[in-house]
């Protein structure tokens, strides 16, 4: 039985409905994006540089773990809504409660981790001496969310496959408000510095994913959970796993790279970490408002694939992709005319601002390009493909950046001859990405009858 909000999806016009869809998960990942940089607003305003330094020292790491629970939601996403275009409900049932099981596991797994490996890795990122200390803390309290961050995930993936955008946004924004008033009285009124803020991301993390799960399990639709029913069905455990370990791996794998260029800064001094900790807060603003249209993408796709809606599949894309270039484009902009303005948010160093400036001014001119790269892998994936996109980004965004670091930016040695390999390539991963999608896309309805495989 197909539900009403899945067959929204599969009718309609297009252009009208992905920004209809996209507007509340744009908020959503902007309130997120808002309420993280509270983090360091807060420690930067409140406990001085080298909390603020501490807190942004982690940014790369935190994004490896979350990164992956991010991809993790992604391939949910995309089964999920491929069984909802399809109308199968004893389908879409299954998948719903094999990847809650799976997102539980690897929440508990990713905090295990995160704990065993936290001052291991902060070494090896060459952090600072005087950063390490307030970073460690921040970091083995923040792991403690991991398990709720998979369940907000999950159930944001779950809801926007079935085209529900708008509850996720409301609990996010319940939660974010908890965030905020809880990061001022721990640091003001409690005395504390990154283990205040650490504190508040969990505790409000826990609550949207709580608030989120309730709503699943009321629901009586296709993709409502049910308590008795979480469990790993075999026949669903091996296409969710391909699919989220893949997606999940592309998204950390950008994290890993990251950890390379992490160390790149590093090697300048404390002002210039500090400054790049600060602008580096615009990438996940940008990344994540272009997301919404990404995620757009994989819903429609899946929705129509499953369908066999040829024509909305094509032209999902390139609406979907549209969208995720204009909006790179303009916030990109933005930031190199008032970028001062943005980094007077998380500190009052005109020294800091300046060295935060190196980088907004070349990001700023290459975000869009990264629409290509990821609404195209979003599309793969809408099509029940993700290996091939997986093994790309490996090599376009991970093996190519090292390969960067350790030859052109060993060799000049500034600032921008780091931050140049951002958009360098973004452009040549997305060009092998968008030669893959169009085979794959005729491939799959030159015999629409079978469905592609993961």
């Known amino acids: 039985m197909e539900t009403k909000a899945a067959g929204s999806l599969t009718h309609g016009r297009l252009g009208k409905q992905i920004l209809a869809f996209s507007l509340p998960l744009m908020l959503s990942n902007v309130l997120q994006v808002l309420f993280n940089m509270s983090d360091i607003a807060v420690v930067g305003r409140f406990s001085g540089p080298i909390a603020l330094g501490a807190v942004g020292s982690t940014a790369t790491l935190v994004t490896l773990f979350t990164g992956f629970l991010i991809g993790l939601g992604s ?30 596991i690897f929440g508990a797994v990713l905090l295990l981790l995160g704990e065993l490996t936290a001052v291991p890795l902060l070494k090896l990122l060459s952090t600072k001496e005087e950063l390490i200390d307030g970073a460690t803390i921040y970091l083995r309290i923040y792991f403690l969310g991991m398990p709720a961050m998979a369940l907000y995930n999950f159930g944001n993936a779950v809801l926007s496959a079935a085209g529900d955008t708008r509850r996720p946004l409301l609990y996010l924004l319940i939660a974010g408000i908890l965030n905020v008033a809880l990061n001022l009285f721990f640091v003001i009124v409690c005395g504390m510095s990154a283990d205040g803020v650490a504190l508040a991301s969990i505790l409000t993390q826990y609550l949207s994913s709580v608030l989120i799960l309730i ?77 919404a249209f990404h995620t757009a993408c994989a819903s429609f796709i899946g929705q129509n694939y499953g369908a066999g809606n040829r024509d909305r599949v094509r032209r999902t894309y390139w609406i979907s992709l549209s969208y995720s270039f204009a909006a790179g484009a303009v916030l990109g902009l933005s930031l190199v005319f008032f970028g001062r303005g943005f980094l ?28 290509f790269m990821d609404c195209t892998i979003a599309a793969s994936r809408g099509l029940g493909r993700c290996v091939v996109p997986t093994i790309i980004v490996v090599l ?27 958009p360098v390539s973004w452009t040549l991963t997305a ?16 015999n629409p009858a079978k469905p592609a495989t993961v």
């Open 344 to 371: 007077a948010l998380f500190t009052d160093s005109a020294e800091v601002a300046a060295a935060g400036m190196h980088r907004l001014c070349i990001m700023g001119f290459s975000y869009a390009i990264s629409a």
């Open 215 to 291: 709503a699943l399990v009321r629901t009586k639709d296709a993709y409502g959970v049910r308590p008795k029913c979480i469990r790993l069905h075999r026949d669903k455990l091996a296409p969710l796993l391909t699919l989220c370990c893949s997606a999940g791996l592309q998204n950390a794998i950008f994290a890993v790279a990251n950890l390379f260029i992490q160390a790149g800064v590093n090697r300048f001094d404390a002002l210039m970490v500090e400054g790049n900790s600060a602008a580096a807060n615009a990438d996940g603003l940008i990344y994540d408002v272009m997301a």
């Open 75 to 104: 391939g949910i996403n995309a089964l999920v809504a491929r069984f909802l275009g399809a109308g199968s409900r004893e389908e879409t049932q299954r998948t719903v409660h094999t990847a809650l099981a799976l997102s539980l």
């Open 431 to 446: 060009g092998a990405e968008m030669v893959y999608f169009f085979y794959l896309y005729r491939k799959v309805f030159r």
């Open 396 to 422: 376009g965004s991970c093996v190519f950046r090292v390969i960067w670091v350790y030859t052109i930016f060993a060799s000049v040695g500034t600032i921008a001859s780091l931050y140049l390999l951002y």
